[in-house]
């Protein structure tokens, strides 16, 4: 029988990148979703509406850090976009998307998300930001970090596609295997399609 293409043995196709081993852990609380702006004013800790419903300063506030966070990622894209990204290398693209998250925690995976969705870097800085948030070994974000990168099974283009599914393969999270189920009816390119059964086999599925 072949072994699986996530199997600790083999690294994943086409990959001379280091693929760290990535043992199963403890995730995050699974609670619904959070968007952008409310994962922020989680991280604020401010009440956004005052007693009759009403825009506060303090929402004002959460408004304008919003702002403030998704424009510095966007600078930080553009700061990185004629970088070299080279498989199997930390690139200071990487290190300091880790950096943001590190201080920012989920506000920072929604808009690093956000920016990679735009489609208006280059297409291997998208793969390097999908790799980055796989690659991170911080377990309070794991969850996050999953989700994140699942949104992306879904996109039109096949690269990203394939990195999705190679970094929720180091995230190892048992939790993926419902978005890789459904990925797996609407995916047409055969290589794929084998890539997410492998996943879906390694994880339990």
Known sequence: MTS?????????????????????????????????GATLR????????????NMTARSRDVRDSEGRLRHEMENLFHQYREGRFEEGMSSPFALALHDQIGRLGTAAIDAIQEQ??????????????????????????????????????????????????????????????????????????PELVNDLKDLIADLGG
């Open 116 to 189: 990679i969705g735009k489609n208006i870097f280059p297409r291997e800085q998208s793969l390097e930001a999908l790799r980055a948030l796989a690659w991170l070994q911080d377990d309070s974000t794991v969850r996050s970090r999953r989700l994140a990168i699942e949104q992306f099974l879904n996109s039109d283009s096949g690269a990203i596609r394939e990195t999705a599914i190679l970094s929720l393969g180091i995230l190892f999270e048992p939790r993926a295997i419902p978005a890789l189920r459904t990925a797996l009816k609407v995916e047409k390119l």
């Open 42 to 53: 989680q991280w604020c800790n401010l009440n956004v509406q005052g007693p009759n419903g």
């Open 4 to 36: 699986s293409l996530f199997s600790q043995q083999e690294k994943p196709r086409g990959a001379d990148r280091t693929w760290h081993e990535s043992p199963r852990r403890k995730s995050d609380a699974d609670s619904p979703a959070r968007n952008f």
